[in-house]
């Protein structure tokens, strides 16, 4: 099997796991977080096994669906589930914001420098943007889950937030190609 498709299903099997066994459990919460979470931590063990090393969001994530799933499970509770995305956006929208106190440059080019040659103002601002994403993103999630059902709440996990994410990252690219260092 070739890596970018190894990639692929240890990205997003999990997600597809929990989406099948949710609708084929009769859209039950508890049903399909277990199956979930193993998947998850799965991922991470093949990946790490692959790549001899485990990329720092899968590894947030990966211990974030445990931890809330483990605590949905056990306090037989949704509402942590639900606020996992809204928690992760926060932290990483905090996560840039303080990484300027700790470093001189901005810390999504620490994450990202490898892969993508930016100026120093492209940095700035492609930070800035991503901060107040994360801050809409954490905004939005809490609305769905405080307004609608559960069922609708899933599927726009999946079928809305990581489209809105796609298409935010697909407007970064005239901000990068004008700061890019070629």
Same mark, same amino acid.
């Given at each position: 099997?070739?890596?970018?498709?190894?990639?692929?299903?240890?990205?997003?099997?999990?997600?597809?796991?929990?989406?099948?066994?949710?609708?084929?459990?009769?859209?039950?919460?508890?049903?399909?977080?277990?199956?979930?979470?193993?998947?998850?931590?799965?991922?991470?063990?093949?990946?790490?096994?692959?790549? /001899?090393?485990?990329?720092?969001?899968?590894?947030?994530?990966?211990?974030?669906?445990?931890?809330?799933?483990?605590?949905?499970?056990?306090?037989?509770?949704?509402?942590?589930?639900?606020?996992?995305?809204?928690?992760?956006?926060?932290?990483?929208?905090?996560?840039?914001?303080?990484?300027?106190?700790?470093?001189?440059?901005?810390?999504?080019?620490?994450?990202?420098?490898?892969?993508?040659?930016? !100026?120093? !103002?492209?940095?700035?601002?492609?930070?800035?943007?991503?901060?107040?994403?994360?801050?809409?993103?954490?905004?939005?999630?809490?609305?769905?889950?405080?307004?609608?059902?559960?069922?609708?709440?899933?599927?726009?996990?999946?079928?809305?937030?990581?489209?809105?994410?796609?298409?935010?990252?697909?407007?970064?690219? /005239?901000?990068?190609? /004008?700061? /890019?260092?070629?």
């Amino acid at each position: 099997m070739n890596r970018p498709l190894l990639k692929f299903i240890t990205d997003f099997g999990p997600l597809l796991i929990f989406f099948i066994i949710y609708y084929k459990g009769d859209k039950n919460l508890t049903l399909a977080i277990p199956p979930f979470i193993i998947a998850t931590l799965l991922a991470l063990i093949i990946a790490y096994i692959i790549e /001899k090393k485990i990329a720092f969001i899968p590894l947030i994530g990966g211990i974030l669906i445990t931890f809330f799933g483990g605590l949905t499970i056990y306090f037989d509770n949704p509402i942590f589930l639900y606020m996992k995305p809204t928690i992760i956006n926060i932290l990483f929208g905090l996560g840039l914001i303080f990484g300027k106190f700790f470093s001189k440059e901005p810390l999504l080019k620490k994450f990202l420098g490898s892969s993508i040659k930016l !100026e120093n !103002e492209g940095w700035e601002k492609l930070s800035i943007r991503w901060i107040l994403f994360f801050f809409f993103l954490a905004i939005l999630n809490e609305f769905v889950w405080r307004t609608q059902s559960e069922e609708f709440w899933v599927n726009f996990k999946v079928w809305g937030l990581l489209p809105i994410t796609f298409i935010f990252t697909a407007f970064q690219i /005239k901000l990068i190609n /004008k700061y /890019k260092i070629i």
